[in-house]
């Protein structure tokens, strides 16, 4: 079984940062941040790989958002910086046995944690 549970999600101010987290039962797998806002797809948001930790951003977060993974834990952060109003969603996590950037590609995923990001 591969289980992820998020957490650090909250309501902060424009301009303002959070933290992610992702506490996963397993490890070896591709892990990957999506997000969700009301009446919008699912979108890709970062990537990360368990070897040797080689990340991937999507052009709206990249210089914005960090992904990095704690390998002891099982563990993969978010940390998210200059926070717009526009990264309002709901945020998932998800582990892949192959790198992707599609979420039908995630057979695994948490439950998902609310941010709001307020003007």
């Known amino acids: 079984q591969v289980q992820l549970v998020e957490s650090g999600g909250g309501l902060v101010q424009a301009g303002g940062s959070l933290r992610l987290s992702c506490a996963a039962s397993v490890s070896g797998y591709f892990m990957g941040w999506f997000r969700q806002a009301p009446g919008k797809e699912r979108e890709f948001v970062a990537a990360?790989?368990?070897?040797?930790?080689?990340?991937y951003y999507a052009d709206i977060v990249k210089r914005r958002f960090t992904i990095s993974r704690d390998k002891a834990e099982n563990t993969v952060l978010l940390q998210m910086g200059s926070l717009e109003p526009e990264d309002t969603a709901v945020y998932y996590c998800?582990?892949?046995?192959?790198?992707?950037?599609?979420?039908?590609?995630?057979?695994?995923w948490g439950q998902g944690t609310q941010v709001t990001v307020s003007s």
């Open positions: 998800a582990a892949s046995r192959s790198l992707s950037f599609r979420g039908k590609d995630y057979p695994y």
């Open positions: 990360i790989t368990w070897s040797d930790s080689n990340t």
